[in-house]
């Protein structure tokens, strides 16, 4: 099975603080995606990558950054966090063009107080 | 617009009786729908996916069905169990963009199944 790990089930975190968030997927999946869930609003995609060093921002992609340096590892970088980017993070992955393959992982809640 | 409504937006039932959620898509051109099962707290896993020639596909006791004429879905539950608790989110993917990105989210449907 498919295993994308999230590092944190929980963060709290201050404003002004750059909080990482890591996701590592082990079926060596060209696709990772970054998403934020809100009550009401569903998911929303932030960033996304389909290759090492690439990455297309989403649909909210404001106050947010990327890296993929490798291809297993995504990370969403909050430069300085704010208390509305309070929220569930999901990341996902998938192989190109397979969606039976497209998995996610458990999720990162997130305060920032 | 490309959008997927799911209705109801929560639901409460018994143990044991059955239950059926809805989505319409305007998603255009069409690639495939799925729907995931998220309990509190967790990522969401996949329940079905469906292509444009596939109008039923089981997993278990969740059945869902695809009309691809009147862009709708519906996802029945049978015997529901506490366990099935949980938000069910509807996802439609386009054909633009391959597989990067392309996914149209519902709000999901909250179901609470009480003993």
């Known amino acids: 099975d498919v295993k994308v790990t999230q590092s944190s089930r929980y963060l709290v975190k201050r404003t002004g603080e750059k909080v990482f968030l890591e996701c590592v997927q082990d079926?060596?999946?060209?696709?990772m995606f970054w998403y934020r869930q809100d009550p009401g609003l569903g998911l929303r995609l932030i960033y996304f990558?389909?290759?090492?060093?690439?990455?297309e921002k989403g649909d909210i992609p404001e106050g947010y950054s990327v890296s993929r340096e490798k291809k297993e590892r995504f990370s969403l970088i909050l430069e300085s966090a704010s208390t509305n980017q309070t929220s569930m993070y999901l990341c996902?992955?998938?192989?190109?063009?397979?969606?039976?393959?497209?998995?996610f992982g458990s999720g990162t809640r997130l305060t920032v107080v | 617009k490309n959008q997927v409504e799911q209705s109801p937006q929560s639901l409460i039932i018994l143990e044991g009786k059955n239950c059926t959620l809805q989505?319409?898509?305007?998603?255009?051109?069409?690639?495939?729908l799925r729907w995931y099962k998220q309990d509190t707290g967790r990522g969401p896993v996949s329940l079905t996916i469906?292509?444009?020639?596939?109008n039923t596909k089981s997993n278990g006791r969740y059945t869902a069905t695809l009309d691809a004429d009147t862009k709708q879905s519906s996802l029945h539950i049978t015997a529901s169990q506490l366990s099935d608790s949980a938000s069910y989110i509807c996802?439609?993917?386009?054909?633009?963009?391959?597989?990067?990105?392309?996914?149209?989210f519902g709000k999901g449907t909250k179901l609470s199944v009480k003993p």
């Open positions: 079926m060596d999946h060209e696709n």
């Open positions: 989505c319409n898509y305007t998603v255009s051109p069409f690639s495939n």
């Open positions: 996802v439609v993917s386009g054909t633009w963009g391959g597989s990067q990105g392309n996914l149209i």
């Open positions: 990558s389909y290759d090492v060093k690439m990455k």
């Open positions: 469906m292509t444009f020639s596939e």
């Open positions: 996902a992955s998938s192989p190109p063009d397979r969606p039976y393959g497209y998995t």
